[in-house]
């Protein structure tokens, strides 16, 4: 089929589905990531970022059973590894679709070693503050869920752009996708 997305899904782009359907949609199927500040920095704090105890940075793994990719920010030693993901964020909080995210990375580590990741943390540098979150199977059926749809997703099928505007602000595809004409132009959020 023409336009379907047939390879492994980075887990990143779990992430992106929940934030915006329409920013992935630009991002897989026309490479317009673009830059913006915020990805800058970003990326610039991932790679300035400190190790401390028994932590392994950044590994990459890649699962054929459950169709994802990606690379764990951190792997913590406990009685299992622990992923933590790492978030840039304004305020002492982050979002559910970073749960979605962290499970997504769990579920991975889990196919590769085989052994139960019970949870994980997201890490916040605004506050240096660490979320536990469980991994359980209400969360990974979600997961799939959503990796399901992205999959899904056609060339031939644009997503209606976001509900909140406020979230275009930021956005380094918000020069392709244009939500403002689109509303202006009768489209549905």
């Not at 951190?74 to 993901?85: A, G, N, R, S, Y």
């Not at 499970?103 to 540098?125: T, V």
Request: proline residues 3%; positive net charge; aromatic residues 12%.
């Amino acid at each position: 089929m023409v336009g379907k997305i047939n390879k492994l899904i980075n887990i990143s782009e779990i992430n992106q589905y929940l934030y915006c359907s329409r920013r992935l949609y630009y991002l897989k199927f026309y490479d317009t990531c673009g830059n913006n500040y915020e990805l800058k920095e970003g990326k610039l704090k991932h790679k300035r970022s400190s190790t401390r105890g028994k932590w392994v940075k950044n590994i990459y793994l890649e699962s054929k059973s459950l169709g994802i990719k990606g690379k764990i920010d951190v792997l913590e030693e406990e009685d299992f590894p622990v992923p933590i993901e790492r978030k840039r964020a304004e305020k002492a909080s982050y979002y559910k679709n970073d749960e979605y995210q962290l499970a997504a990375y769990g579920m991975l580590l889990e196919d590769n070693i085989e052994e139960r990741i019970p949870y994980g943390y997201i890490y916040l540098y605004s506050d240096d503050s660490r979320y536990k979150i469980n991994i359980d199977e209400d969360l990974k059926n979600k997961v799939n869920h959503i990796i399901k749809e992205i999959r899904n997703m056609r060339i031939d099928n644009i997503p209606y752009y976001v509900s909140n505007l406020n979230k275009c602000k930021k956005c380094s595809t918000r020069k392709y996708c244009m939500p403002k004409e689109s509303k202006i132009l009768g489209e549905k959020s």
